[in-house]
């Protein structure tokens, strides 16, 4: 079956490490997003890549990088410049990037503790 | 950005229909308006969409009003797995990209 995987779904780490987020769909779908979510909140967009090694800042990228190497991957790194990252991160792709009908396929996130 | 409005949460008995509301009074021509829901510790699933018609789906119908500022998100018959947080999203077209913006969304409890 098809889908998006996130991994791992747990994760812990020290104040100050960077920590990277891996992200895998077999979709074969061309825009790849990165959200985050807390507690009881919404969704907030982090980056966004329409295509392969292109990517955009979607509205609180401070803190966070992104690369989208191959079509299937796009990982996110949780820098030590982020102030609060602790959070539930969620992934997610679609067919189409300018396609305001494609809905969006979502993986089950990676809930990332900073202590 | 043309924004959502939904109640915070809302109630419904087992195998009885519910009616999710959103309001949109600033959509756009070209928005499609977007349903997820979210269990809890999983990823949102997409639901159901439409533009000017109202839709139906094995999950759930969408009924869009004729001036387009609000829907509504009808469950025939709710179920306990149907408990979930709903998010009413406008899906649009621009330079920066065709992202989801999630709200808060309706937090629906189904009682047994």
């Known amino acids: 079956d098809g889908g998006i995987t996130q991994s791992p779904k747990y994760l812990f780490r020290k104040e100050g490490q960077n920590v990277t987020l891996s992200c895998e769909q077999n979709?074969?779908?061309?825009?790849m997003y990165w959200y985050r979510q807390d507690p009881g909140q919404g969704l907030r967009l982090i980056y966004y890549?329409?295509?392969?090694?292109?990517?955009q800042k979607g509205d609180i990228a401070e803190g966070y990088s992104v690369s989208r190497e191959k079509k299937e991957s796009f990982p996110l790194t949780v820098t030590s410049a982020q102030k609060n990252p602790t959070a539930f991160y969620l992934c997610?792709?679609?067919?189409?990037?300018?396609?305001?009908?494609?809905?969006?396929?979502f993986g089950n996130g990676t809930r990332l503790t900073v202590t | 950005d043309a924004k959502t409005t939904q109640p915070n949460s809302m109630e419904s008995n087992e195998e009885e229909p519910v009616h999710l509301p959103c309001n949109h009074s600033?959509?756009?021509?070209?928005?499609?308006i977007h349903w997820y829901r979210q269990l809890p510790s999983q990823g949102p699933e997409y639901v159901i969409h439409?533009?000017?018609s109202n839709v139906n789906n094995r999950m759930a119908s969408l009924a869009i009003a004729e001036d387009r500022k609000s829907s509504t998100l009808i469950l025939h018959r709710a179920t306990l797995r149907d408990a979930a947080v709903y998010y009413c999203?406008?899906?649009?077209?621009?330079?920066?990209?065709?992202?989801?913006?999630f709200g808060g969304g309706t937090r629906l409890m189904v009682k047994p």
């Open positions: 890549s329409q295509i392969v090694n292109d990517f």
């Open positions: 600033t959509i756009s021509g070209t928005d499609y």
């Open positions: 979709l074969n779908h061309d825009a």
């Open positions: 439409g533009l000017t």
């Open positions: 997610a792709s679609s067919m189409r990037q300018g396609a305001t009908n494609s809905p969006l396929h």
């Open positions: 999203i406008l899906r649009r077209p621009g330079n920066a990209g065709n992202m989801l913006t």
